[in-house]
């Protein structure tokens, strides 16, 4: 495997149900993120982790909860969600967090919730 | 606020050349990032920029003016790959990227 990956791809859920979604970096980066991604709205920065440290949480609802065991793994789990969550889910990593350190991303899940 | 302005959607002809516009009010600057994305597929980096001026790259060139917030990516010789979604982004005081909406650009041959 290489670059960043992301399982599973597509996800449909329930609003009671429970779910993981999870990313890998092959990279060697410090720094991971997630991002949620709606039709024709800007890329929304969720959660920031840097040297498995979480740094950045941008007043995302508590039912998106993310973990990083290490530098290259990161979860986001899930739970109660509501329908206006549906979107694609992106993971990203990069080598820091200052600038010019471009982000890698992975092709994201695209989660669905009835 | 913060905001990133792109215009939604552009039409160019195959082989012709396209300039995706990019204006932006932050709270400080540490760069600025284009990116590609097909539809369905992951973002991929295009350019860096954090100085003025023009930077090339292949067929594709980024321009940036600190003092005018604005930037562009110059497209030539369009393939009918090019067509994407080309999204802009800045980096600011905190190193958060912001995120523009993303044009998407559609090559007719």
């Given at each position: 495997e290489t670059g960043v990956t992301q399982t599973p791809r597509h996800l449909v859920m329930g609003m009671t149900n429970k779910k993981s979604l999870k990313c890998e970096q092959?990279?060697?980066?410090?720094a991971m993120y997630w991002y949620k991604q709606s039709a024709k709205k800007p890329l929304e920065l969720m959660f920031v982790y840097n040297f498995k440290e979480q740094t950045e949480n941008n007043s995302v609802p508590s039912r998106f909860s993310p973990e990083c065991p290490n530098s290259s793994h990161l979860f986001l789990h899930l739970h109660t969600l509501q329908p206006e969550d549906s979107a694609l889910y992106l993971c990203a990593s990069s080598q820091g967090t200052s600038g010019g350190n471009e982000q890698f991303f992975g092709p994201g899940t695209r989660l669905t919730v009835l | 606020g913060q905001n990133i302005d792109q215009p939604t959607e552009m039409t160019a002809t195959e082989g012709a050349i396209v300039q995706i516009n990019c204006t932006y009010q932050t709270s400080g600057f540490n760069g600025l990032f284009w990116y590609q994305q097909h539809a369905g597929e992951a973002p991929t980096f295009l350019s860096y920029n954090v100085l003025d001026g023009l930077e090339e790259k292949g067929r594709f060139s980024s321009f940036l003016s600190r003092s005018k917030g604005y930037s562009y990516l110059l497209l030539k010789e369009?393939?009918?790959?090019?067509s994407a979604s080309y999204l802009c982004a800045v980096m600011d005081s905190n190193y958060q990227l912001i995120w523009g909406a993303g044009t998407k650009l559609i090559i007719k041959p």
């Open positions: 092959h990279l060697g980066h410090n | 369009l393939q009918m790959k090019d």
